[in-house]
């Protein structure tokens, strides 16, 4: 069933779990590794749509996934805007240029996607002619996290510049969001048009805020985004890290879907929001580094919790790790498929 990723989104009947995981083209594979090498560095892998298609196929030519996700970085708009954004090995993504005060928000312009992110349109038309109907998946981060990275510079504990803007200088932070909504919401238009089947909005850093901080520097501007993206029919993935507490407010945006961390309890999820939304997630990524016997254990727990009925997508709670054997993937995404079925007869 080709479509079973498409349909659970819409929550409609499915021979058994769809499963893709978040990362799952990254560096645990060893094929990844040796393109990877041979772009030469990380940006130059994003950036060279003959080599992003490369590693996009990778997992799918493993595995019995059942979408894939087009293998970029959240961090290419602020890159696009000027940043000039480093992959530092053992740092992690890191800005020449961050921001430091209004006068710079000011100066930021918002990329024309056509123009300075091409490169993705051009991966995603190369994917989608190998794919053979499998769905793929666009994506971008939110307003609110690609600004925590933006003013703070590079990846934080605590991510106290963007918060301390956030508190002393509210209309400097707005600006900077909205900016941020209008160039997400290009980006994702300009995937969509090249071929995304799908598209997931990363809010990696929301958890990070107070609740009323969360609705009004995250949730409300991702809403905005979805209201935008709304005419093209496309679904549309939310996923908060730390977010399990809002997840009705989440389910109000207008999402088709809301992806789940590994801190959330599936079940729970499913009786608050499940029948307005379908639900994505959710194992803790670290069961991965473990044992088969494990792995089956807490995969059956996160199925027998969602229990009877449409509507569930199996991933991770947050992305796979590098350290990863590959033949645990296969485990996982094997077992999800034989062990679901008995769930949608």
């Known amino acids: ?7 659970a989104l819409k929550r409609q009947p499915v021979d058994k779990t769809p499963i893709w995981l978040m990362r799952q083209a990254g560096r645990y594979l060893p094929e990844y590794r040796a393109t990877r090498e041979k772009a030469g560095n990380f940006l130059a892998l994003c950036k060279t749509p003959e080599l992003a298609c490369e590693v996009t196929l990778q997992p799918l030519t493993r595995y019995a996934l059942d979408a894939a996700i087009i293998f970029s970085d959240i961090l290419t708009i602020p890159d696009a805007m000027g940043l000039e954004l480093s992959l530092i090995e053992n740092v992690g993504p890191v800005f ?23 490169y993705v349109a051009k991966a995603i038309t190369l994917v989608k002619k190998e794919l053979n109907d499998t769905p793929l998946i666009g994506f971008a981060g939110s307003p609110w996290t690609l600004a925590a990275y ?6 934080s504990r605590d991510f106290a510049k963007v918060k301390k803007l956030s508190y002393s200088e509210p209309d400097s932070m707005h600006l900077l969001l909205q900016k941020l909504s209008v160039a997400v919401t290009s980006y994702l238009k300009m995937q969509i048009e090249a071929g995304a089947d799908a598209i997931m909005l990363f809010d990696t850093w929301g958890g990070l805020l107070s609740e009323s901080n969360y609705e009004n520097l995250s949730l409300n501007y991702m809403g905005k985004i979805l209201r ?12 908060t890290k730390g977010g399990g507490m809002w997840l009705d407010k989440i389910s109000r945006i207008g999402s088709t879907c809301v992806g789940l961390d590994w801190m959330t309890d599936i079940k729970v999820a499913k009786q608050i929001i499940g029948h307005k939304v379908a639900l994505q997630g959710n194992l803790d990524p670290a069961i ?11 995969t059956k727990n996160i199925l027998d919790s ?12 947050h992305g796979i790790t590098p350290d990863v054997p590959p033949e645990n993937v296969k485990y996982l995404v094997d077992f999800v498929h034989s062990y679901s079925q008995k769930f949608h007869d």
């Open 228 to 239: 935008s993206l709304e005419p093209t029919g496309i679904p549309t993935i939310v996923f």
């Open 288 to 298: 991965m580094l473990t044992t088969k016997t494990i792995i089956e254990k807490e």
């Open 306 to 317: 969602y229990g009877i009925g449409n509507g569930h997508i199996f991933n991770l709670g």
């Open 150 to 155: 933006m003013v703070e510079g590079r990846s």
């Open 1 to 7: 069933m080709k479509d079973r990723f498409l349909r």
């Open 96 to 118: 020449n240029k961050s921001i430091k005060n209004i006068d710079q928000i000011k100066q930021l312009d918002v990329p024309d996607p056509y123009d300075k992110l091409n």
